[in-house]
């Protein structure tokens, strides 16, 4: 076995002791095992949508109204309720996860490559380059995100891709400018001065050293990122520019049925208590992987 090989499998061992010892401390405290568990069952209802829905999300029967038209309460045959044209709820509901997961999970992964992205190479070569990056991730800041996203959304036939395209255009500026700053710091530290000096290309640089340094801020922030990016899609649906009819998600489930509210509340409050679990569930593992990967916020908690 070569130095290099060997070198390889020891740095291969301790990622893989790393990974298990940040699992294993998200699952032993208590608010984030919590966020997990919301989280795991959620993405599992999304994956087995099709085997565990009660009813077809789509087909609209008489049988989910009552006599005089109006949408059932929860009971034994639809245990949610339906909507007002006779549609089972929880069947939706469930359909709606998998919707605002992949919009969720979609926009903040183009949000977090676009974000860093602009940041590393800001950060890293500075000068001219990184002052046109900053000023245009300022000027994009200087928008009310919704406002952007609005227009954004009216402009474009809304679709599963286009609102995810819209939501990562204006949540990318926030990561842009935080791994800026922490490329910035980096750069400057005599471990990068010497693979300079030693002739150590950009791309070795930024991918080999710069890299898994801003690794645990990446992460934290695409998890956290996702929370902001689930309410940002069910906002757009329930101003109806986001997920179009029939297609279900939390937000338009929302929007269609806000004018039974006080005559079927569980229309309005099964969505949004939804929305709540799952926006808290990644606040809450966020804020437990930012506590475990920083060292300067050991013994905190």
């Known amino acids: 076995m070569t130095m290099t090989a060997a070198t390889d499998g020891q740095m291969t ?4 002791a790393r990974s298990r010892r940040v699992i294993y401390e998200l699952m032993t405290r208590p608010r984030s095992a919590f966020g997990m568990v919301i989280i795991i069952l959620m993405v599992g209802a999304a994956l087995l949508a099709p085997w565990i829905m009660p009813h077809d999300p789509f087909e609209q029967s008489f049988d989910g109204l009552s006599l005089a038209g109006a949408p059932l309460p929860p009971g034994a045959d639809f245990p949610l309720g339906t909507d007002l044209l006779g549609r089972d709820l929880a069947s939706r509901l469930i359909l709606g996860t998998r919707t605002s997961l992949i919009i969720g999970i ?7 490559l676009l974000g860093a992205g602009v940041g590393i190479t800001a950060g890293y070569f500075g000068g001219w380059i990184g002052a046109v990056l900053m000023r245009f991730t ?3 800041m200087a928008f009310p995100a919704l406002l952007l996203a609005i227009v954004l959304a009216a402009i474009f036939q809304p679709s599963l891709l286009i609102v995810a395209l819209v939501i990562a255009m204006v949540n990318w500026v926030q990561m842009a400018r935080v791994i800026y700053t922490e490329t910035r710091s980096l750069a400057e530290r005599d471990f990068i001065t010497v693979q300079r000096a030693l002739g150590a290309g950009h791309l070795r640089i930024l991918f080999k ?3 898994p340094h801003l690794l645990s ?5 695409g998890t956290l990122g996702i929370s902001t990016t689930v309410l940002l899609e069910a906002t757009l649906s ?3 520019v986001g997920v179009q009819p029939p297609m279900p998600s939390w937000g338009n489930i929302i929007f269609e ?3 039974y509210f006080t005559t079927a509340p569980w229309l309005v409050f099964f969505p949004g208590i939804a929305i709540l679990l799952l926006a808290l569930a990644f606040n809450l ?7 475990i990967l920083d060292p300067t916020l050991k013994g905190r908690h």
């Open 138 to 140: 300022d000027l994009m």
């Open 217 to 221: 801020s990446i992460v934290v922030f």
């Open 257 to 259: 049925n806000q004018t």
């Open 209 to 211: 050293h710069l890299l």
């Open 13 to 16: 061992a301790g990622r893989g």
């Open 106 to 112: 979609l926009a903040n992964g183009i949000a977090i």
């Open 285 to 291: 593992v966020g804020d437990a992987l930012r506590d």
């Open 238 to 240: 329930f101003l109806g």
